[in-house]
T-cell receptor, first 113, second 113 residues
Framework: GDSVTQKQGQVTLSEDDFLFINCTYS??????LLWYVQYLGQGPQLLLK?????NKGISRGFEATYDKGTTSFHLQKASVQESDSAVYFC????????????FGTGTSLLVDP | ETAVFQTPNYHVTQVGNEVSFNCKQTLGHDTMYWYKQDSKKLLKIMFS???????VNETVPRRFSPQSSDKAHLNLRIKSVEPEDSAVYLC????????????FGPGTRLTVL
C-alpha cells in the first residue's frame, strides 16, 4: 500500500534560518502530494499541494517540489519566523482507496526568536 | 462563520465508560471524516461518511461507531473506552469526487484514566 516517510521528528531553528523537511513516498499510482501544517491546539490545515501536472507547490513562502526519480517531496522555506513553529505533515492521496490521505509521522518545527 | 466545529474540547473519563463526540461542518461539504491522533502526533483515518454511507472504514475496534444525522454532522461514539483510546480525535470534511481538500476541526482530546 501507499506509504509516506518523514525521518525528522523535530527540527529547531533560529529566525531567518533556512528550513528543509524531508519527505519520501511510495505509491503505485500517479501521486497527489500534500503538506499540512498543524499549529498548537488546532487541527491540520492544508499548506500546499503538488501533482504530477504541476510538480511544484508554493504557499506562504513555503515551497515543495515533487521529484519522481527520488520519490521525494521535500518542504523548504528560505527564512523561517517564530510564527512558523508547528508540526508539518507530508501526506499522499490514495486514489485507489477513495482518495483517503496517508500521513507521514510529522516533523515538529520550533523556531527560536 | 464557515468551518468545522467539534465539541467538547476535552474529555476525561474512566475505563469502561461510554463517550460521544460531536462534529458539525458549515462548509456545505458532503463527506466527513474522523481521524485519531496519538501522543506521537501520528494521524490515522478511522471513518469517512458520504451521504450517510460509510465509504472508508479502517480496522478500528468495534467499540467505535460513527453516527450521522445529516451530511453536516458526524458524531463519534465509543462504547466502552480503553486506556489506549486516549488521543485527540479530529473531525474533517471535504467535497466529494476526486481529490478534495480536507478541512479539519480543532479536535477533541480524550483522556482515559
Amino acid at each position: 500500500g501507499d506509504s509516506v516517510t518523514q525521518k525528522q521528528g523535530q527540527v529547531t531553528l533560529s529566525e531567518d534560518d533556512f528550513l528543509f523537511i524531508n519527505c519520501t513516498y511510495s505509491t503505485t499510482t500517479y501521486p497527489t502530494l500534500l503538506w499540512y501544517v498543524q499549529y498548537l491546539g488546532q487541527g491540520p490545515q492544508l499548506l500546499l499541494k503538488v501533482t504530477t501536472a504541476n510538480n511544484k507547490g508554493i504557499s506562504r513562502g513555503f515551497e515543495a517540489t515533487y521529484d519522481k526519480g527520488t520519490t521525494s517531496f521535500h518542504l523548504q522555506k528560505a527564512s523561517v519566523q517564530e510564527s512558523d513553529s508547528a508540526v508539518y505533515f507530508c501526506a499522499l492521496v490514495d486514489q485507489d482507496m477513495g482518495y483517503k490521505l496517508t500521513f507521514g509521522t510529522g516533523t515538529s518545527l520550533l523556531v527560536d526568536p | 462563520e464557515t468551518a468545522v466545529f467539534q465539541t467538547p474540547n476535552y474529555h476525561v473519563t474512566q475505563v469502561g465508560n461510554e463517550v460521544s463526540f460531536n462534529c458539525k461542518q458549515t462548509l456545505g461539504h458532503d463527506t466527513m471524516y474522523w481521524y485519531k491522533q496519538d501522543s506521537k502526533k501520528l494521524l490515522k483515518i478511522m471513518f469517512s461518511y458520504n451521504n450517510k454511507q460509510l465509504i472508508v472504514n479502517e480496522t478500528v475496534p468495534r467499540r467505535f461507531s460513527p453516527q450521522s444525522s445529516d451530511k453536516a454532522h458526524l458524531n463519534l461514539r465509543i462504547k466502552s473506552v480503553e486506556p489506549e483510546d486516549s488521543a485527540v480525535y479530529l473531525c474533517a470534511s471535504s467535497r466529494t469526487g476526486g481529490y478534495a481538500e480536507q478541512f479539519f476541526g480543532p479536535g477533541t482530546r480524550l483522556t482515559v484514566l
